[in-house]
Protein backbone atom coordinates (compact mmCIF):
# COMPACT_ATOMS: atom_id res chain seq x y z
CA UNK A 1 0.00 0.00 0.00
CA UNK A 2 1.13 3.55 -1.25
CA UNK A 3 2.11 6.34 1.64
CA UNK A 4 -0.51 8.09 0.14
CA UNK A 5 -3.16 5.66 0.60
CA UNK A 6 -1.96 4.89 4.05
CA UNK A 7 -2.78 8.52 4.69
CA UNK A 8 -5.72 8.70 3.41
CA UNK A 9 -7.01 5.82 5.26
CA UNK A 10 -5.91 7.41 8.32
CA UNK A 11 -7.01 10.43 8.01
CA UNK A 12 -10.42 8.91 6.76
CA UNK A 13 -10.52 6.48 9.58
CA UNK A 14 -10.88 2.69 8.95
CA UNK A 15 -14.65 0.61 8.40
CA UNK A 16 -16.44 -0.63 11.56
CA UNK A 17 -19.16 -3.30 12.02
CA UNK A 18 -21.00 -3.66 14.85
CA UNK A 19 -21.50 -7.78 15.44
CA UNK A 20 -23.94 -9.63 16.84
CA UNK A 21 -23.51 -13.06 17.66
CA UNK A 22 -27.25 -15.20 18.85
CA UNK A 23 -25.96 -18.06 20.94
CA UNK A 24 -25.40 -20.34 18.01
CA UNK A 25 -23.10 -17.51 16.46
CA UNK A 26 -19.73 -18.16 17.73
CA UNK A 27 -17.76 -19.75 15.36
CA UNK A 28 -18.96 -17.02 12.80
CA UNK A 29 -18.18 -14.61 15.49
CA UNK A 30 -14.63 -15.47 15.44
CA UNK A 31 -14.58 -15.58 11.89
CA UNK A 32 -15.66 -11.76 11.54
CA UNK A 33 -13.19 -10.92 14.27
CA UNK A 34 -10.38 -12.51 12.71
CA UNK A 35 -11.25 -11.11 9.18
CA UNK A 36 -12.13 -7.36 10.81
CA UNK A 37 -8.35 -7.96 11.95
CA UNK A 38 -6.96 -8.99 9.22
CA UNK A 39 -8.06 -6.15 7.15
CA UNK A 40 -7.07 -3.64 9.77
CA UNK A 41 -10.50 -2.63 10.76
CA UNK A 42 -12.11 -3.00 14.12
CA UNK A 43 -15.01 -3.79 16.00
CA UNK A 44 -17.55 -1.01 16.85
CA UNK A 45 -18.79 -0.45 20.50
CA UNK A 46 -21.62 0.85 19.81
CA UNK A 47 -23.79 0.16 16.88
CA UNK A 48 -24.22 4.41 17.13
CA UNK A 49 -20.80 4.63 15.24
CA UNK A 50 -21.32 2.85 12.09
CA UNK A 51 -23.84 2.16 9.71
CA UNK A 52 -22.81 -1.79 9.38
CA UNK A 53 -24.37 -4.56 11.06
CA UNK A 54 -23.09 -8.21 11.51
CA UNK A 55 -25.74 -10.93 12.25
CA UNK A 56 -23.98 -13.97 12.98
CA UNK A 57 -25.29 -17.12 13.94
CA UNK A 58 -29.62 -17.37 13.69
CA UNK A 59 -31.20 -15.77 16.33
CA UNK A 60 -34.08 -16.67 18.14
CA UNK A 61 -37.66 -14.40 18.17
CA UNK A 62 -36.50 -12.39 20.91
CA UNK A 63 -33.33 -11.79 19.82
CA UNK A 64 -34.23 -11.04 16.49
CA UNK A 65 -36.54 -8.08 17.78
CA UNK A 66 -33.64 -6.48 19.46
CA UNK A 67 -31.60 -6.56 16.74
CA UNK A 68 -34.08 -5.23 14.57
CA UNK A 69 -34.88 -2.24 16.87
CA UNK A 70 -30.92 -1.27 17.18
CA UNK A 71 -31.09 -1.64 13.20
CA UNK A 72 -33.89 1.19 13.06
CA UNK A 73 -31.60 3.97 15.07
CA UNK A 74 -27.96 2.86 13.40
CA UNK A 75 -27.26 5.85 10.98
CA UNK A 76 -27.92 5.75 7.38
CA UNK A 77 -26.12 4.60 5.10
CA UNK A 78 -26.47 1.76 6.44
CA UNK A 79 -26.00 -2.12 5.75
CA UNK A 80 -26.52 -5.57 6.91
CA UNK A 81 -23.67 -7.82 5.83
CA UNK A 82 -23.24 -11.25 6.16
CA UNK A 83 -20.45 -12.82 8.52
CA UNK A 84 -18.87 -13.82 4.80
CA UNK A 85 -19.00 -10.59 3.14
CA UNK A 86 -16.71 -8.24 4.53
CA UNK A 87 -15.38 -7.06 1.31
CA UNK A 88 -19.02 -5.60 0.53
CA UNK A 89 -18.73 -3.19 3.28
CA UNK A 90 -17.92 -0.10 1.97
CA UNK A 91 -16.48 2.95 3.83
CA UNK A 92 -16.05 6.54 3.39
CA UNK A 93 -15.04 7.75 7.07
CA UNK A 94 -17.95 9.82 7.29
CA UNK A 95 -20.05 9.61 10.72
CA UNK A 96 -23.62 10.62 9.92
CA UNK A 97 -25.45 11.95 12.73
CA UNK A 98 -27.72 9.64 15.05
CA UNK A 99 -30.21 9.92 17.73
CA UNK A 100 -30.30 9.01 21.38
CA UNK A 101 -31.73 5.77 22.61
CA UNK A 102 -34.15 6.48 25.35
CA UNK A 103 -34.50 5.14 29.04
CA UNK A 104 -37.48 4.92 30.91
CA UNK A 105 -37.90 6.99 34.16
CA UNK A 106 -40.22 4.91 36.83
CA UNK A 107 -39.74 7.45 39.76
CA UNK A 108 -37.91 9.06 42.10
CA UNK A 109 -36.18 7.23 45.23
CA UNK A 110 -33.53 7.90 47.94
CA UNK A 111 -30.15 6.86 47.34
CA UNK A 112 -27.30 6.41 49.76
CA UNK A 113 -26.53 10.29 50.50
CA UNK A 114 -30.45 10.72 51.34
CA UNK A 115 -31.35 12.38 47.83
CA UNK A 116 -33.88 11.90 45.69
CA UNK A 117 -32.56 10.32 42.19
CA UNK A 118 -35.15 9.24 39.32
CA UNK A 119 -34.78 5.83 38.79
CA UNK A 120 -34.02 4.18 35.31
CA UNK A 121 -35.06 1.23 33.69
CA UNK A 122 -32.04 -0.12 31.80
CA UNK A 123 -31.90 -3.24 29.69
CA UNK A 124 -28.28 -4.05 29.12
CA UNK A 125 -27.62 -6.40 26.37
CA UNK A 126 -28.90 -8.68 24.52
CA UNK A 127 -27.51 -6.39 22.01
CA UNK A 128 -24.27 -5.25 23.11
CA UNK A 129 -20.20 -5.20 22.35
CA UNK A 130 -18.37 -7.68 24.05
CA UNK A 131 -21.64 -9.29 26.29
CA UNK A 132 -22.54 -13.09 26.34
CA UNK A 133 -24.42 -13.93 23.20
CA UNK A 134 -28.54 -13.86 24.24
CA UNK A 135 -28.60 -12.66 27.38
CA UNK A 136 -30.45 -9.43 28.91
CA UNK A 137 -29.80 -7.96 32.31
CA UNK A 138 -33.02 -5.61 32.99
CA UNK A 139 -31.65 -3.01 35.46
CA UNK A 140 -33.01 -0.58 37.95
CA UNK A 141 -30.33 2.43 38.37
CA UNK A 142 -30.22 5.64 40.36
CA UNK A 143 -27.42 7.56 39.12
CA UNK A 144 -24.70 4.73 37.71
CA UNK A 145 -25.36 2.82 40.35
CA UNK A 146 -27.79 -0.54 40.00
CA UNK A 147 -30.12 -1.15 42.67
CA UNK A 148 -31.48 -4.56 41.39
CA UNK A 149 -31.38 -6.41 38.16
CA UNK A 150 -33.10 -9.40 36.82
CA UNK A 151 -31.55 -11.61 33.67
CA UNK A 152 -33.44 -13.34 31.32
CA UNK A 153 -31.97 -15.76 28.69
CA UNK A 154 -33.16 -14.43 25.37
CA UNK A 155 -31.45 -16.84 23.01
CA UNK A 156 -30.07 -20.14 23.74
CA UNK A 157 -29.26 -23.26 22.19
CA UNK A 158 -27.28 -24.81 18.82
CA UNK A 159 -24.83 -26.65 21.30
CA UNK A 160 -21.80 -24.87 22.40
CA UNK A 161 -18.60 -24.13 20.17
CA UNK A 162 -16.15 -24.25 22.42
CA UNK A 163 -16.63 -28.33 23.43
CA UNK A 164 -13.33 -29.86 23.70
CA UNK A 165 -11.74 -26.47 23.12
CA UNK A 166 -11.59 -25.11 26.80
CA UNK A 167 -7.86 -23.22 26.14
CA UNK A 168 -9.03 -20.94 23.58
CA UNK A 169 -12.92 -20.88 25.30
CA UNK A 170 -10.68 -18.95 28.13
CA UNK A 171 -8.88 -17.11 26.04
CA UNK A 172 -12.08 -15.83 24.58
CA UNK A 173 -13.83 -14.83 27.70
CA UNK A 174 -10.24 -13.10 28.45
CA UNK A 175 -10.06 -11.05 25.82
CA UNK A 176 -13.88 -10.15 26.13
CA UNK A 177 -13.11 -9.41 30.05
CA UNK A 178 -10.17 -6.86 29.07
CA UNK A 179 -11.97 -5.08 26.35
CA UNK A 180 -14.42 -4.14 29.14
CA UNK A 181 -12.00 -3.29 31.26
CA UNK A 182 -10.35 -0.63 28.34
CA UNK A 183 -7.60 -2.72 28.12
CA UNK A 184 -7.37 -3.63 24.18
CA UNK A 185 -4.02 -4.12 23.84
CA UNK A 186 -3.87 -7.38 25.98
CA UNK A 187 -7.86 -7.86 24.87
CA UNK A 188 -6.00 -7.84 21.03
CA UNK A 189 -3.23 -10.40 22.01
CA UNK A 190 -6.00 -12.73 23.67
CA UNK A 191 -7.94 -12.84 20.91
CA UNK A 192 -5.09 -13.66 18.55
CA UNK A 193 -3.62 -16.57 21.05
CA UNK A 194 -7.40 -17.88 21.02
CA UNK A 195 -7.35 -17.78 17.12
CA UNK A 196 -3.82 -18.89 16.64
CA UNK A 197 -4.70 -21.93 19.41
CA UNK A 198 -7.76 -22.77 17.41
CA UNK A 199 -5.75 -22.67 14.28
CA UNK A 200 -3.21 -25.22 15.61
CA UNK A 201 -0.35 -23.25 16.20
CA UNK A 202 1.66 -23.67 19.87
CA UNK A 203 1.13 -20.95 22.18
CA UNK A 204 2.28 -21.91 25.33
CA UNK A 205 5.37 -19.82 24.99
CA UNK A 206 3.49 -16.45 23.77
CA UNK A 207 0.78 -17.11 26.68
CA UNK A 208 3.29 -17.29 29.45
CA UNK A 209 4.54 -14.02 28.42
CA UNK A 210 0.72 -12.73 28.03
CA UNK A 211 0.04 -14.78 31.41
CA UNK A 212 2.52 -11.86 33.03
CA UNK A 213 1.73 -9.26 31.79
CA UNK A 214 -2.32 -9.51 33.34
CA UNK A 215 -0.74 -10.63 36.26
CA UNK A 216 1.23 -8.00 36.95
CA UNK A 217 -1.17 -5.18 36.27
CA UNK A 218 -1.74 -2.89 39.30
CA UNK A 219 -4.50 -0.64 37.29
CA UNK A 220 -6.41 -4.24 36.29
CA UNK A 221 -5.96 -5.66 39.95
CA UNK A 222 -7.12 -2.31 41.57
CA UNK A 223 -10.63 -2.36 38.59
CA UNK A 224 -11.09 -5.73 40.19
CA UNK A 225 -10.43 -6.89 43.12
CA UNK A 226 -13.08 -6.62 45.90
CA UNK A 227 -15.67 -6.19 42.78
CA UNK A 228 -18.40 -8.83 42.44
CA UNK A 229 -17.57 -11.19 45.46
CA UNK A 230 -19.39 -14.71 44.84
CA UNK A 231 -19.44 -15.82 48.43
CA UNK A 232 -19.02 -20.01 48.73
CA UNK A 233 -22.17 -20.46 50.33
CA UNK A 234 -24.07 -18.22 47.37
CA UNK A 235 -22.14 -20.53 44.92
CA UNK A 236 -23.28 -23.63 46.59
CA UNK A 237 -26.86 -22.48 47.15
CA UNK A 238 -26.95 -21.31 43.06
CA UNK A 239 -25.18 -24.40 42.00
CA UNK A 240 -21.90 -22.47 40.82
CA UNK A 241 -18.71 -24.20 40.71
CA UNK A 242 -16.63 -23.36 43.88
CA UNK A 243 -13.41 -22.15 42.04
CA UNK A 244 -15.71 -19.29 40.58
CA UNK A 245 -16.20 -18.05 44.15
CA UNK A 246 -14.03 -14.78 44.75
CA UNK A 247 -14.35 -11.45 43.42
CA UNK A 248 -13.43 -10.54 39.71
CA UNK A 249 -9.49 -10.33 40.35
CA UNK A 250 -10.04 -14.28 41.40
CA UNK A 251 -12.04 -15.71 38.35
CA UNK A 252 -9.74 -13.39 36.35
CA UNK A 253 -6.18 -15.62 37.71
CA UNK A 254 -7.95 -18.86 37.95
CA UNK A 255 -8.87 -18.49 34.79
CA UNK A 256 -5.07 -17.88 33.86
CA UNK A 257 -4.89 -21.08 35.57
CA UNK A 258 -7.27 -22.92 33.74
CA UNK A 259 -6.03 -21.92 30.39
CA UNK A 260 -2.58 -23.04 31.60
CA UNK A 261 -3.37 -26.55 32.50
CA UNK A 262 -5.48 -26.78 29.68
CA UNK A 263 -2.86 -25.82 27.19
CA UNK A 264 -0.61 -28.92 29.76
CA UNK A 265 -3.45 -31.25 28.70
CA UNK A 266 -5.08 -31.65 31.91
CA UNK A 267 -8.52 -32.51 32.08
CA UNK A 268 -10.80 -29.69 32.37
CA UNK A 269 -13.45 -28.96 34.73
CA UNK A 270 -15.73 -29.37 32.37
CA UNK A 271 -18.52 -26.55 31.12
CA UNK A 272 -19.74 -24.12 33.98
CA UNK A 273 -24.00 -24.43 33.66
CA UNK A 274 -25.37 -21.24 32.06
CA UNK A 275 -28.50 -21.10 33.93
CA UNK A 276 -26.27 -21.03 37.10
CA UNK A 277 -24.28 -18.35 36.17
CA UNK A 278 -27.06 -16.30 35.36
CA UNK A 279 -28.61 -17.19 38.03
CA UNK A 280 -26.35 -15.72 40.40
CA UNK A 281 -26.12 -12.44 38.18
CA UNK A 282 -28.96 -10.10 39.76
CA UNK A 283 -27.29 -10.53 43.15
CA UNK A 284 -23.58 -10.14 42.54
CA UNK A 285 -24.22 -6.58 39.99
CA UNK A 286 -26.86 -4.89 43.14
CA UNK A 287 -25.23 -2.25 44.52
CA UNK A 288 -22.30 -1.73 42.28
CA UNK A 289 -21.62 1.04 39.72
CA UNK A 290 -22.97 -0.24 36.07
CA UNK A 291 -19.17 -0.23 34.54
CA UNK A 292 -18.59 -2.91 37.55
CA UNK A 293 -21.53 -4.92 36.45
CA UNK A 294 -20.56 -4.99 33.15
CA UNK A 295 -17.17 -6.47 34.45
CA UNK A 296 -18.94 -8.83 36.50
CA UNK A 297 -20.54 -10.31 33.89
CA UNK A 298 -17.80 -10.67 31.68
CA UNK A 299 -16.03 -12.67 34.40
CA UNK A 300 -18.68 -15.50 34.47
CA UNK A 301 -19.53 -14.84 30.96
CA UNK A 302 -22.32 -17.59 30.54
CA UNK A 303 -22.25 -19.73 27.29
CA UNK A 304 -25.94 -19.73 26.10
CA UNK A 305 -25.59 -22.15 23.57
CA UNK A 306 -25.24 -24.68 25.94
CA UNK A 307 -28.69 -24.00 27.48
CA UNK A 308 -30.97 -26.63 25.56
CA UNK A 309 -33.43 -24.24 23.27
CA UNK A 310 -36.45 -25.72 24.75
CA UNK A 311 -35.83 -24.94 28.25
Not at 2 to 11: F, M, S
Not at 228 to 247: F, K, S
Request: aromatic share 4%.
Amino acid sequence: MGLRRRLRRLAEGSPRAFVVPAADGTGERLAVEAGLRRRGWRAAVSPVETGVLVVCGRPGEALAEAIDEVWSGMPGPRARVRPDALDDIVWDGSRPPHRAGEVETAGRADDRDGLRLDVLHVPLGPVLADWPAGLRLDLALQGDVVQSADAVMVDTGGGSFWEGRPAARGLDGLARLLRVAGWDDAARRAAVLRDDLLGGKQIRERFDAFDRTVRRSRSLRWMTKGVGNLTPEAAERYGVAPRLAGDIDDRLRGRLDEIRRALDGEVPHGHERAEALVSVLPGLVAGVELAQARLIVASLDPDLAAVRADG
